[in-house]
């Protein structure tokens, strides 16, 4: 197969799909790693696709562009799992936490195994899934109801309203864009009232982004900036979006390179882990 067709084939899988990885498009085309990378690099210098870690996704901007769960599953994929170490680290054993529908909460989810004694609700299909699957009697999960998303979030008026009578210590709320003027944004109007009705149950929310969400401004507003109490982000952050976020948010957590010896993940331990943080100012629970 030339190299045309096989850019066409990958542009057409990343606008039908808004993303697609490498490992799958070695798959579909036949081809090494290598050949698929170069495609996707040629594909970025013409403007059609942007690359990210792990693949490409559509370009364009689109403000109500919403890629599935299993294209962002692929992509971030260290940064997302360094995010998830530093956000388990703040929740404490007996806490009630609240996970929003996304990878990136997945991963906090996944982390969360290492904790003990918690209450756990969310709306995302994926999260409650992995958490049940772990049969621990001392993990309650509450999934709450609604119509099912492309990030395979469950929203709408039954989730909202189930949402308002629940109070929880913690919300890991996973964003399409964080900007300094539109805030905290995502592409689904619905997800977003949902996204609102979650805020308002917790007593501190953490938004849980990779630093490639910094400047992307999707349709709908779910809060502002300063509606933060934590963000935790990766080192790949610029100077200048650190700045603008501390002087927003109660405090940014960067979060440090994840490795064997700080992933639940990987080592499978239980035991509860400390992580500091680098933020200028700090809010009362």
Not at 46 to 74: N, Y
Request: glycine fraction near 10%; hydrophobic fraction near 45%.
């Amino acid at each position: 197969m030339l190299a045309r067709q096989r850019q066409e084939q990958i542009l057409e899988r990343v606008q039908s799909t808004g993303g697609a990885r490498v490992s799958d498009l070695v798959g579909l085309l036949g081809v090494s790693d290598m050949t698929v990378r170069r495609d996707i690099a040629a594909l970025a210098r013409r403007g059609l696709v942007a690359r990210v870690h792990g693949g490409a996704t559509a370009i364009g901007g689109r403000s109500t562009d919403e890629p599935g769960f299993a294209v962002k599953s692929g992509m971030q994929t260290e940064e997302k799992a360094s995010v998830a170490v530093a956000a388990a680290a703040l929740v404490e054993p007996g806490d009630s936490v609240a996970l929003s529908g996304g990878t990136t909460t997945y991963a906090v989810a996944l982390e969360l195994l290492g904790v003990p004694d918690l209450t756990v609700v969310t709306n995302s299909v994926p999260v409650a899934e992995v958490l049940h699957a772990s049969a621990r009697p001392d993990l309650t999960v509450i999934l709450i109801g609604g119509v099912r998303t492309p990030s395979d979030a469950l929203v709408g008026p039954v989730a909202v309203t189930a949402l308002k009578t629940l109070h929880v210590d913690w919300l890991f709320l996973g964003v399409h864009g964080m900007d300094e003027r539109a805030g905290l944004t995502t592409p689904n109007l619905v997800e977003a009232e949902t996204d609102r009705a979650l805020v308002a149950s917790a007593r501190q929310v953490a938004v849980v982004a990779d630093s490639t969400k910094w400047g992307v401004i999707g349709l709908s507003s779910i809060g502002r900036l300063e509606d933060v109490d934590v963000l935790v982000t990766d080192e790949g952050m610029s100077p200048e979006a650190q700045r603008v976020a501390r002087s927003r948010v109660g405090r940014l957590l960067i979060a440090p390179r994840v490795t064997a010896l700080t992933s639940y993940r990987a080592t499978g331990s239980g035991q509860h882990r400390a992580m500091g943080g680098s933020g200028d100012r700090q809010r009362s629970p």
